[in-house]
């Protein structure tokens, strides 16, 4: 079972020590707040809108997570065609962590293109991206955040006994345009 409150417990555990952040759910909109402990808010009790959060928390640099949303630009749903192509170059690294972050605990991936009233993009060129970047990151090694979160939550949903690769093919098989979405 998939639930977001045990990513709130297991995020503590893994990173609360040394980097004195909490996963919280529970709000309308997700947003990053410097603090003591600085928090991650995820959008109402959505397991993957937590797992997209941890992995912009994991993108963020220290210099980053000083600042409110990493002080990253962000316009709205309802992007034109140059603002959603922005958009989606720099959401490429969050979901491809946030795909391994699926494939860890095995729950389905689905690229997220963020704009339902606005131009799309190519969804499918995007979609491989993302894959194509998840897959170079298995390869190279991951991050030492992203790391230590696939590996918490590989052990608390007991996934470990297959490798991560195959996994990612599993819960985000190669793109088919009809398996793409707009949320």
């Known amino acids: ?9 297991l995020f ?3 990173f609360y020590a040394r980097h004195h952040t909490v ?25 993957r809108s937590a797992l ?13 997570r000083a600042l ?24 490429v690294r969050p979901q491809a962590f946030e795909a391994l972050f699926c494939a860890a605990c095995e729950h389905r991936f689905q690229v997220s293109l963020d704009n339902l009233d606005g131009d799309p993009g190519d969804a499918h060129r995007f979609a ?10 298995i390869d190279q090694g991951l991050p ?12 608390h949903y007991h996934t470990a006994h297959r490798p991560l690769a195959d996994r990612l093919d599993a819960v985000f098989p190669p793109t088919d345009r009809a398996t793409l979405h707009r949320d």
């Open 68 to 91: 409110e949303d990493y002080g990253y630009w962000y316009a709205p749903d309802g992007r034109d065609a140059d603002q959603q192509a922005r958009f989606l170059r720099v959401e």
């Open 1 to 9: 079972m998939h639930r977001a409150a045990d990513l709130e417990t």
């Open 23 to 47: 996963l919280e759910g529970g709000f309308a909109e997700p947003l990053y707040r410097p603090g003591a402990p600085a928090r991650i808010r995820y959008t109402h009790d959505y397991f």
């Open 128 to 137: 491989t991206d993302v894959r194509a970047l998840a897959h170079d990151l």
């Open 52 to 64: 997209h959060e941890v992995a912009h928390w994991c993108v963020a640099g220290r210099r980053r």
């Open 144 to 155: 030492e955040r992203p790391r230590q979160w696939v590996a918490a939550l590989e052990r």
């Open 12 to 14: 503590r555990d893994t």
